[in-house]
């Protein structure tokens, strides 16, 4: 495996990352009792890859860094003083941006939600200045590209999110149906929806993890997607061995029942088995969204 001189210094300094193309994330669990240690080792590490950039004609944007401490919403913590780097001081910022999803420091989607719903609104609006000179398809192609995008876009870290958050991204969805089929608001939503064969928000969510499962079962993931799932295979031969179920880890708290490792053996152990044993993604995927119109619950 490769390691970059990056990756070399940072983990030389006690810390982890996350690094895309244009962008290195510096990560680090601590105690409150550590900060000024944690701080310090932080500044020394942004300091050594700052040298190594400059030593290969590449430049390090103090500007634009930014600082998050993510606590528990449950704990009432200081704030962190800010952390130097070069001749910029950076405060600790309430939300981030990360990859397209808005974190703030509880980790609540409150911010990202609200601000998904601001741009669909936007685009609703836009979109309907000018619906008077387009037909149903071209409508509806601006939907998808405007705003359902915007709704499906990591839309399985929203899993068991309470009603009231997701009732706000549905309103969003019904709005664009009634965009596209000039459906007045007084006609209830589920025909309009059927007749668009679109699923609502929540089984989208649902669809989402489900279509990611598919995927880290059958090699057709990230290996870090592929690690979170295993399937089951009982010390004795039982009924459910044949079953094609994977390992569904047991928490209490709803916190934890969110994540992906939970809610993707939990969900897919549902499913008939035929659905998850399809053979391909594309047969996965027509029979899945099938059984989730058909369906209630999953």
């Known amino acids: 495996m490769y390691i970059s001189p990056v990756e070399d210094i940072i983990n030389a300094h006690g810390l982890e990352k996350m690094q895309y193309a244009d962008d290195t994330q510096i990560y680090t669990i601590f105690k409150i009792s550590e900060t000024s240690n944690v701080l310090s080792r932080l500044e020394q590490c942004i300091d050594d890859v700052k040298a190594w950039m400059i030593q290969n004609k590449?430049?390090?944007?103090?500007s634009k860094t930014?600082?998050?401490?993510?606590?528990?919403?449950?704990i009432n913590s200081a704030q962190l003083p800010p952390v130097t780097i070069g001749t910029s001081l950076i405060e600790p910022s309430p939300e981030a941006r990360d990859l397209g999803i808005l974190v703030d420091d509880k980790l609540s989607?409150?911010?990202?939600?609200?601000n998904m719903c601001r741009t669909a609104t936007y685009a609703i609006w836009k979109i309907s200045q000018i619906r008077t000179y387009l037909d149903n398809s071209q409508t509806e192609r601006l939907v998808h590209a405007f705003i359902t995008s915007h709704l499906d876009n990591c839309n399985s870290l929203l899993y068991g999110l309470p009603c009231a958050q997701i009732d706000k991204l549905q309103r969003i969805q019904n709005t664009a149906a009634r965009l596209i089929t000039r459906t007045k608001k007084s006609d209830h939503i589920s025909g309009v929806l059927e007749q668009l064969h679109w699923l609502p928000i929540h089984k989208r969510i649902i669809y989402k993890i489900l279509l990611l499962t598919?995927?880290?079962?059958?090699?057709?993931?990230?290996?870090y997607i592929a690690e979170l799932v295993s399937f089951y295979n009982p010390p004795r031969s039982l009924r459910c061995s044949s079953q094609y179920q994977l390992v569904s880890?047991?928490?209490s708290t709803s916190y934890a029942k969110r994540a992906f490792s939970v809610a993707a053996p939990t969900l897919w152990n549902k499913l008939p088995?035929?659905?998850r044993q399809a053979h391909s993604l594309n047969?996965?995927?027509s029979q899945l969204k099938t059984h989730l119109f058909i369906s209630n619950v999953i």
């Open 58 to 62: 590449l430049k390090l944007d103090d």
């Open 66 to 74: 930014e600082l998050i401490h993510v606590t528990s919403q449950f």
């Open 109 to 114: 989607p409150n911010n990202h939600i609200t």
């Open 214 to 223: 598919y995927k880290a079962v059958n090699g057709q993931s990230p290996e």
């Open 249 to 251: 880890p047991r928490f």
């Open 273 to 275: 088995i035929h659905i």
């Open 283 to 285: 047969s996965f995927k």
